[in-house]
């Protein structure tokens, strides 16, 4: 009954920058939490960065300084903006989305996902 839409994904250069988007749509009364996840070739799924309905952020080590995570909650869209990507940020690329529907059901729900490459 949720469904999140991402964009922005694609092939860039070491040091470039990238900004991801996913907006949600549906049956959706209020969305608490939304987040990015990454999940690399051969490796597990893993959070990249949180942001919840009153503004507060969580971070990944490993992105820490270099993204920043903003959610726009009128339009229940999350962005990404990834700076200085490294090699080791390529990637497919997740959003997530928890919270409650208007038929006050709890939902989580995520994204198809946007594949992110960083090379030369």
């Known amino acids: 009954q949720v469904q999140l839409v991402e964009s922005g994904g694609g092939l860039v250069q070491p040091g470039g920058s990238l900004r991801l988007s996913c907006a949600a749509s549906?049956?959706?009364?209020?969305?608490?939490?939304m987040g990015w996840y990454r999940q690399a070739p051969g490796k597990q799924r893993e959070l990249v960065a949180s942001i919840n309905s009153g503004g507060s952020t969580n971070y990944a080590d490993s992105v820490k300084g270099r993204f920043t995570i903003s959610r726009d909650n009128a339009k229940n869209t999350v962005f990404l903006q990834m700076n200085s990507l490294k090699p080791e940020d390529t990637a497919v690329y997740y959003c997530?989305?928890?919270?409650?529907?208007?038929?006050?059901?709890?939902?989580?729900?995520w994204g198809q996902g946007t594949q992110v490459t960083v090379s030369s």
């Open positions: 549906g049956s959706i009364f209020s969305i608490n939490a």
């Open positions: 997530n989305a928890a919270g409650v529907t208007r038929t006050w059901r709890d939902f989580s729900s």
